[in-house]
């Protein structure tokens, strides 16, 4: 039996564990050993307890609140890095190095990396590695620099980034990068999405995989309902939730992380509110229209459902698939943080109103639901096991 290294650095969404956790249970059931190392520890989900799990090094910013640090928004993978701390001198080396030790004290036969370029710098050329998790932070590792996401120019100038990195790096011993995407290269790549989401298709030499949906997602009905699965930001939001009580439309929350003052709050305002999670079948049967701060798997899962999409977006990543919504004519988006209260409320109405978002999903989603198989973690298993055979 062989043994592996799944690690992930990078990004706040627990589906990064979720889907490591994933592919860990098919490695363990086939008898392997398996060390998780995570950005954030965590066992309140289903991990095989012969599943060693370990805490993965940390970005220096990730020990703050990013959001806090000001300067300009991102356009780039380049400036997001900035700004978790590739800028402070001697990062990437300290990182690598942690992850050097920890590949010697586990001694993995290959690695999987969710967002984690530093564990895919420190793991070439020792072990076979694979690069999984969204499309968004797996970033093709030929590019010769990160394209802008945006249209607008990197907020850091690429090659004074990379002069610097360079320099830590050979300050330790640690071979230069050759150009700054080369952080993300790895022997193979499973990005997960559809390809109308993938914010790097042009530049894709692999072909996207299923994203990770791993729940029934059900078909729409003649639900007449609005849905909205919020996070712990859109609870910030209060423009939001003025503007969904303005609409006038029959309202279901659900809201991770809310207090029981918060849920008695939004009973107030007249929505529905639902303390735990939901199926997404049973949400697809009686919406008309969802809305969400972006995740991908439930943008996906009401994609593959037939149901319009509202992203009420709040950062690069999500703002983008927003955006593809809209060009898809499936749904809307709105920044959470210029959300009018007024227009907001007309804007949902008339979506909600408009019979054409409802027949072009229905229409697309036979198209969305035949690409959810096979499952992006069932072939990152399948290629961990044949990499070391």
């Given at each position: 039996m062989?043994?592996?290294l799944?690690?992930w650095?990078?990004g706040?969404n627990?589906?990064h564990?979720v889907?490591m956790?994933d592919?860990a249970?098919?490695?363990a059931?086939?008898?392997?050993e398996?060390?998780?190392a995570?950005?954030?520890?965590?066992?309140?989900f289903d991990l095989?307890?012969n599943v060693?799990?370990?805490?993965?090094?940390?970005?220096p910013r990730l020990?703050g609140n990013?959001g806090a640090l000001?300067?300009p928004m991102?356009?780039t993978?380049?400036?997001?890095l900035?700004r978790?701390?590739l800028?402070?001198?001697g990062t990437?080396?300290?990182?690598?190095?942690?992850w050097?030790?920890?590949?010697?004290a586990?001694?993995p036969?290959a690695?999987?990396a969710?967002?984690?370029?530093?564990?895919?710098?420190a793991?070439?050329?020792?072990?076979p590695?694979?690069a999984?998790?969204?499309a968004?932070?797996s970033v093709p590792?030929h590019l010769?620099?990160?394209p802008?996401?945006?249209?607008?120019?990197?907020?850091?100038?690429?090659?004074?980034?990379?002069?610097?990195?360079n320099?830590?790096?050979?300050a330790t011993?640690?071979?230069?990068l050759?150009?700054?995407p080369?952080?993300f290269?790895?022997?193979h790549?499973?990005?997960g999405?559809?390809?109308e989401?993938?914010?790097?298709a042009k530049?894709?030499?692999e072909p996207v995989?299923?994203?990770?949906?791993a729940?029934?997602v059900?078909?729409?009905?003649?639900?007449?309902?609005v849905f909205l699965?919020?996070?712990?930001?859109l609870?910030r939001?209060?423009?939001l939730?003025?503007?969904?009580a303005?609409?006038?439309?029959p309202?279901?929350?659900h809201?991770?992380g809310?207090?029981q003052?918060?849920?008695?709050?939004?009973?107030r305002?007249g929505?529905?509110v639902?303390?735990?999670p939901?199926p997404f079948?049973?949400?697809?049967?009686?919406s008309?229209?969802?809305m969400?701060?972006?995740g991908?798997g439930?943008?996906?899962?009401a994609?593959?459902?037939?149901v319009?999409?509202?992203?009420v977006?709040y950062?690069l990543e999500k703002?983008?698939?927003g955006?593809?919504i809209?060009r898809m004519?499936?749904?809307?988006?709105?920044?959470a943080?210029?959300?009018q209260p007024?227009a907001?409320?007309t804007?949902l109405r008339q979506?909600y109103?408009?019979?054409?978002?409802?027949?072009?999903a229905?229409?697309?989603?036979p198209?969305?639901?035949?690409?959810?198989s096979p499952?992006?973690e069932e072939?990152?298993?399948?290629w961990?096991?044949?990499?070391?055979r």
């Amino acid at each position: 039996m062989a043994k592996y290294l799944l690690g992930w650095e990078l990004g706040a969404n627990r589906g990064h564990l979720v889907r490591m956790a994933d592919v860990a249970r098919r490695l363990a059931a086939e008898g392997h050993e398996v060390v998780l190392a995570a950005q954030r520890l965590s066992r309140d989900f289903d991990l095989p307890p012969n599943v060693q799990l370990w805490q993965a090094p940390i970005w220096p910013r990730l020990l703050g609140n990013v959001g806090a640090l000001g300067g300009p928004m991102p356009n780039t993978m380049g400036d997001i890095l900035v700004r978790v701390g590739l800028d402070i001198p001697g990062t990437l080396p300290v990182l690598v190095e942690a992850w050097r030790r920890m590949l010697d004290a586990v001694l993995p036969d290959a690695v999987a990396a969710d967002f984690a370029p530093a564990l895919l710098c420190a793991a070439r050329g020792r072990v076979p590695t694979l690069a999984m998790g969204l499309a968004f932070d797996s970033v093709p590792g030929h590019l010769a620099e990160f394209p802008s996401l945006t249209g607008q120019p990197a907020a850091y100038g690429e090659a004074g980034v990379l002069a610097a990195v360079n320099a830590s790096m050979a300050a330790t011993g640690l071979d230069p990068l050759a150009h700054l995407p080369q952080m993300f290269a790895a022997d193979h790549a499973l990005a997960g999405t559809f390809v109308e989401l993938d914010v790097y298709a042009k530049w894709r030499r692999e072909p996207v995989v299923a994203p990770s949906v791993a729940h029934p997602v059900g078909e729409a009905a003649a639900g007449d309902e609005v849905f909205l699965y919020a996070d712990a930001a859109l609870l910030r939001t209060p423009a939001l939730w003025d503007g969904l009580a303005r609409s006038g439309l029959p309202v279901r929350v659900h809201a991770q992380g809310a207090s029981q003052a918060q849920q008695a709050e939004l009973a107030r305002l007249g929505f529905a509110v639902e303390p735990a999670p939901i199926p997404f079948a049973r949400i697809a049967e009686r919406s008309r229209v969802v809305m969400t701060y972006g995740g991908l798997g439930f943008v996906s899962s009401a994609l593959a459902a037939g149901v319009p999409v509202v992203v009420v977006h709040y950062d690069l990543e999500k703002a983008l698939t927003g955006q593809a919504i809209t060009r898809m004519q499936l749904g809307g988006h709105v920044y959470a943080g210029s959300v009018q209260p007024e227009a907001f409320a007309t804007s949902l109405r008339q979506l909600y109103q408009n019979d054409s978002f409802q027949r072009r999903a229905r229409e697309l989603a036979p198209g969305f639901r035949a690409r959810l198989s096979p499952s992006q973690e069932e072939l990152a298993a399948r290629w961990l096991v044949e990499a070391v055979r």
